[in-house]
DNA sequence: ATGGCAGCTTTGAGCTGA
């Protein structure tokens, strides 16, 4: 079994790239963000169209997240709880069914944070910390789970082309990474650092200042597994030539491959 | 040292992203 994560940076500027990546990764799922448009909005019937199904949890403007599948996604959850006055949509949650079980997915894009000086920090911690409470109720369950997405998270040095060029910022401050650390410690394995140790990985590259042609890159967008996912990991790949499509996302699909139970 | 791009909306200058 085949799950994605995609910040597409708008699905209706990417609407093109998002049919033909389908087509070529051909996942079984499929997780979104940053879709920037209303549920009303989201290009529904070209997905649908191509034999897909589609679960959106979009708004206007900024945000949004999907999970686009092979089956229909179950017991969907739409936002992330823990404050009901928190409007914006970033979480999105159902399960998988699937000939042999079902694995239980998560779409997140989780705040950028900066500058870290405003209550936009404060915000993006609190959202980790709610993260975090909801992730250990959900590994309650013992059962296969993805927490797929956009994290806004450098995890570590080498996770960064230039790591000192982000000391100061929300998405690699101590706090940050010390909540992202928190959240693994409840017991989830990162997909891509227990397949490699190799630098240089990076899933986003800025459209400025020829960041991509100098490979100026960090990762930030992860897939964290259960035990009982991370027990079937066969691989994980950047799908980085993505990048170099025209008119591309500033962030590429990150697969992991599960193996059958 | 700085800004540089892209996408959105109040459709055009300002906000946001990372």
Redesign the pocket.
Known sequence: MRIATW?V??V???LGHLLDFLKEAEPDALCL??L??MDA?FPRREIEEAGWQVETHGQ????GVAIISRSKLEDVRRGLPGDESDEQARYLEGVLPLGTGVVRLASI?L??G??PNTE?YPYKLNWMRRLTAHAKELLAHEEPLVLAG?Y?VIPEPRDAREPAAWVD???FLPPTRSAFRGLINLGLTEALRATTDTPGLYT?W?????AWQRNNG?R?DHLLLSPQAADRLAGVSIAKHVRGWD?P???VPVLVELRPQ
């Open positions: 910040n940076n708008s209706r500027q990417r963000q940053e920037k448009c909005d206007k403007t900024f945000n894009y705040p950028n900066n500058p936009k956009d806004n910022d929300a998405l986003f800025d459209y400025q200042a020829g960090i930030i008119k996302s500033d962030h």
